[in-house]
């Protein structure tokens, strides 16, 4: 076989290893890609999982701020009730002895 002057064989043969060659190469270069996707999937993921990480110390944060607040608000509803019952108690004894001066003028009055 032959192509003008050249043999075909050589030709065919060329070509052959340059596709062979080719493939060869293809499956690497495919490789490097793969391992280059790989890496990106990988850093997106890392990146993803970080913000959840963070967003999830946040919400923490934040409801471990409401739980102290919720305690501020019970002690302070506590010292309310607390200060209030005392006042009745103050208010009361006040109007006691208010009414006793009254009384006890009365009856000066009336002795006299």
């Known amino acids: 076989m032959s192509l003008g002057n050249a043999p075909v064989l050589p030709i065919l043969l060329a070509v052959m290893t340059l596709i ?10 495919s490789q490097m890609k793969n391992k280059i996707n790989a890496q990106h999937v990988v850093s997106n993921l890392q990146r993803q999982i970080k913000a959840k990480e963070e967003e999830l110390k946040n919400a923490e944060t ?51």
């Open 20 to 29: 062979v060659g080719a493939r060869s190469i293809s499956p690497a270069a």
């Open 62 to 112: 934040i409801n471990r701020n409401f739980e102290r607040m919720i305690q501020l608000v019970n002690v302070l509803g506590q010292v309310d009730t607390f200060l209030t019952e005392r006042t009745k108690a103050v208010i009361k004894k006040l109007a006691l002895l208010v009414e006793d001066e009254d009384d006890g003028r009365r009856y000066s009055d009336e002795d006299d």
